[in-house]
Nanobody, 124 residues
Framework: QVQLVESGGGLVQAGDSLRLSCAASGRTVGTYAVGWFRQTPGKERQFVAFISRSGGVIEYADSAKGRFTVSRDSAKNTVYLQMASLKPEDTAVYYC?????????????????WGQGTQVTVSS
C-alpha cells in the first residue's frame, strides 16, 4: 500500500500563492489516481482537484478552476497542488488521497489512502 504525506501549507495573505506537495512512499504514485480535498471544522471533506493515474484526466471543483493546478512528478513520486490568488474562504486543512479507480472520482469514499493533512490559512 501507499503512504502519503502532505506538506507546503501555511499562513498567507489573500492573493498569495502556495504549492502543496503530496509525497508518496511504499508504492509508485503513478499506480493511483490522486484527489485533493479540503475540510473546515464541522463540515464535510470537500473535493478540490483530481488527477488520473496517467495524468491525462484532470478535474477541478468550481471553486478551484482558474486558480489551482494539479500535477504529478513521477520521478519524485509526488503530486502537487499549485494554488494561486488565494482567498480567505480557501482556509482549510488540505488532504491528498490515492485510489485505484480508473475514472474520475469526486467522493472521498472513492479513495483508499489518505495523508494526514496540511493546514492552509489565508488572511484577508
Amino acid at each position: 500500500q501507499v503512504q502519503l504525506v502532505e506538506s507546503g501549507g501555511g499562513l498567507v495573505q489573500a492573493g498569495d500563492s502556495l504549492r502543496l506537495s503530496c509525497a508518496a512512499s511504499g508504492r509508485t504514485v503513478g499506480t493511483y489516481a490522486v484527489g485533493w480535498f479540503r475540510q473546515t471544522p464541522g463540515k464535510e471533506r470537500q473535493f478540490v482537484a483530481f488527477i488520473s493515474r496517467s495524468g491525462g484526466v484532470i478535474e477541478y471543483a468550481d471553486s478551484a478552476k482558474g486558480r489551482f493546478t494539479v500535477s504529478r512528478d513521477s520521478a519524485k513520486n509526488t503530486v502537487y497542488l499549485q494554488m494561486a490568488s488565494l482567498k480567505p474562504e480557501d482556509t482549510a486543512v488540505y488532504y491528498c488521497a490515492a485510489g485505484t479507480s480508473g475514472r474520475f472520482v469526486r467522493s472521498p469514499g472513492g479513495y483508499s489512502y489518505w495523508g494526514q493533512g496540511t493546514q492552509v490559512t489565508v488572511s484577508s
